[in-house]
């Protein structure tokens, strides 16, 4: 099997808070968008989060049939117009045999909203009524299955779930199957649709929600004044592919996935490490295998979720991975802060903001964060997004169950 063949990214596609395209999404991030607001999926009256990060004018139809609409969730819908565009975008479909052409979409929870209506169903009127589409509507590996029957993917379609680090560990999945041999291409990315109200209730009461009913008071990563994350929906997709393929067929390359660090916490179904152990190693084996040299400069998309143990471990675990020294001289930032935490679909989002913002030169910000916390003493791009050239992109994504997810990029080499 071939071993260590480039992985490039040659196609994106976006479904967001922040707009249903790349170039939409990518310039607010940018501007340093809020795309935060008040939830109007459900009727929040009893519920004290009373915002969200929601897609808006969403047309399932423009990407799907009318049946199939009806046969799939909305987080399903969401993956499927991603992936399209990406594919689309980088017009690998055909340049690639079928059974070289592999799948790897991330979700955190699958159908939850059909779980809900069809469990609804079933209290309300009795099993009868429940759908027959009931489970291939709900079960997390559905996205990825649609998306490779689609596009005739005969390869690997694997879904990764690793609650919030679903969408990282999908992408750092696709790029070893290229990077060994498996496949020549991946469609990967993550997709969610958590805003309803078993899901909300949930994160509610376990304490992890916002509930501040200010949109620019609530998802404040890094900030003292935080008190949770503010729950956000949408879909990312990459397409990967084998460097040399790319090159071949003339394919526009975007950037190198050049490292992937995945770990496990072993600590607590929920809480991070209190010595951020996880966090960091999964940092530095994507520094390793990205070839980082200390003194560079380094581009950290942070979880930053805006949940107080979460910020201030991660800023730990920047530390132990890249050094004191270096970590204050690197440059970190919270996209969360515009779009929510996408849970599922958090890395890859963030991993497309790692690879735009390698291209441009232009790192997105931290917005609203005015009160840093004294544990928070990092440059997280506050405020404005900023210039800069940065040599090494890194993205983490933490998830509960302990894992941890770190993917590295880089500017093209030819």
Same mark, same amino acid.
């Given at each position: 099997?071939?071993?260590?063949?480039?992985?490039?990214?040659?196609?994106?596609?976006?479904?967001?808070?922040?707009?249903?395209?790349?170039?939409?999404?990518?310039?607010?991030?940018?501007?340093?968008?809020?795309?935060?607001?008040?939830?109007?999926?459900?009727?929040?009256?009893?519920?004290?989060?009373?915002?969200?990060?929601?897609?808006?004018?969403?047309?399932?139809?423009?990407?799907?049939?009318?049946?199939?609409?009806?046969?799939?969730?909305?987080?399903?819908?969401?993956?499927?117009?991603?992936?399209?565009?990406?594919?689309?975008?980088?017009?690998?479909?055909?340049? /690639?045999?079928?059974?070289?052409?592999?799948? *790897?979409?991330?979700?955190?929870?699958?159908?939850?909203? =059909?779980?809900?209506?069809?469990?609804?169903?079933?209290?309300?009127?009795?099993?009868?009524?429940?759908?027959?589409?009931?489970?291939?509507?709900?079960?997390?590996?559905? $996205?990825?299955?649609?998306?490779?029957?689609?596009?005739?993917?005969?390869?690997?379609?694997?879904?990764?779930?690793?609650?919030?680090?679903?969408? *990282?560990?999908?992408?750092?999945?696709?790029?070893?199957?290229?990077?060994?041999?498996?496949?020549? $291409?991946?469609?990967?990315?993550g997709a969610e649709a958590p805003i309803c109200p078993s899901a909300v209730a949930g994160f509610i009461n376990m304490q992890a929600l916002s509930v501040s009913e200010n949109p620019d008071e609530a998802s404040l990563p890094f900030d003292?004044?935080?008190?949770?994350?503010?729950?956000?929906?949408?879909?990312?997709?990459?397409?990967?592919?084998?460097?040399?393929?790319?090159?071949?067929?003339?394919? /526009?390359?975007?950037?190198?996935?050049?490292?992937?660090?995945?770990?496990?916490?072993?600590?607590?179904? =929920?809480?991070?490490?209190?010595?951020?152990?996880?966090?960091?190693?999964?940092?530095?084996?994507?520094?390793?295998?990205?070839?980082?040299?200390?003194?560079?400069?380094?581009?950290?998309?942070?979880?930053? =979720?805006?949940?107080?143990?979460?910020?201030?471990?991660?800023?730990?675990?920047?530390?132990?991975?890249?050094?004191?020294?270096?970590?204050?001289?690197?440059?970190v930032s919270s996209t969360k802060s515009m779009t929510g935490h996408m849970l599922g679909a958090a890395g890859a989002i963030e991993a497309m903001a790692c690879v735009l913002a390698l291209r441009e030169g232009i790192l997105p910000p931290?917005?609203?964060?005015?009160?840093?916390?004294?544990?928070?003493?990092?440059?997280?791009?506050?405020?404005?997004?900023?210039? /800069?050239?940065?040599?090494?992109?890194?993205?983490? *994504?933490?998830?509960?169950?302990?894992?941890?997810?770190?993917?590295?990029?880089?500017?093209?080499?030819?």
């Amino acid at each position: 099997m071939t071993e260590n063949r480039r992985v490039v990214v040659t196609g994106l596609g976006a479904i967001t808070p922040l707009g249903n395209d790349v170039q939409t999404c990518w310039e607010n991030l940018k501007a340093g968008k809020n795309g935060i607001g008040p939830i109007t999926a459900f009727d929040t009256t009893d519920f004290k989060a009373k915002l969200a990060a929601q897609v808006r004018d969403f047309d399932p139809m423009a990407y799907l049939e009318r049946n199939d609409v009806l046969r799939t969730d909305r987080y399903a819908q969401f993956a499927v117009a991603a992936a399209q565009q990406a594919v689309e975008d980088s017009g690998i479909v055909g340049t /690639v045999a079928p059974e070289r052409l592999a799948v *790897s979409f991330g979700s955190g929870i699958g159908g939850i909203g =059909t779980f809900e209506t069809e469990h609804t169903k079933l209290l309300n009127r009795g099993p009868r009524r429940v759908s027959p589409l009931f489970v291939p509507m709900m079960i997390p590996n559905m $996205a990825a299955g649609l998306i490779a029957i689609r596009h005739d993917c005969r390869g690997s379609a694997m879904p990764a779930v690793t609650a919030c680090a679903s969408g *990282s560990n999908a992408i750092g999945e696709a790029l070893r199957l290229i990077r060994h041999g498996y496949a020549d $291409a991946v469609i990967t990315g993550g997709a969610e649709a958590p805003i309803c109200p078993s899901a909300v209730a949930g994160f509610i009461n376990m304490q992890a929600l916002s509930v501040s009913e200010n949109p620019d008071e609530a998802s404040l990563p890094f900030d003292k004044r935080r008190g949770g994350f503010v729950i956000g929906e949408g879909a990312v997709a990459l397409i990967l592919e084998e460097y040399d393929h790319a090159v071949a067929r003339g394919a /526009v390359i975007y950037g190198e996935v050049c490292g992937y660090g995945s770990t496990c916490d072993a600590h607590h179904i =929920t809480a991070p490490h209190p010595e951020a152990r996880g966090g960091a190693q999964a940092m530095m084996d994507a520094m390793r295998e990205a070839g980082y040299v200390p003194g560079e400069t380094v581009y950290v998309n942070a979880h930053g =979720t805006g949940t107080p143990m979460n910020d201030k471990l991660e800023t730990q675990a920047v530390k132990l991975a890249l050094g004191e020294e270096n970590a204050r001289k690197a440059y970190v930032s919270s996209t969360k802060s515009m779009t929510g935490h996408m849970l599922g679909a958090a890395g890859a989002i963030e991993a497309m903001a790692c690879v735009l913002a390698l291209r441009e030169g232009i790192l997105p910000p931290t917005i609203n964060l005015t009160e840093p916390d004294e544990s928070c003493d990092l440059n997280y791009v506050p405020g404005r997004a900023v210039r /800069v050239q940065a040599t090494l992109a890194l993205s983490n *994504s933490l998830g509960f169950g302990g894992h941890n997810a770190c993917l590295a990029f880089r500017k093209v080499k030819l």
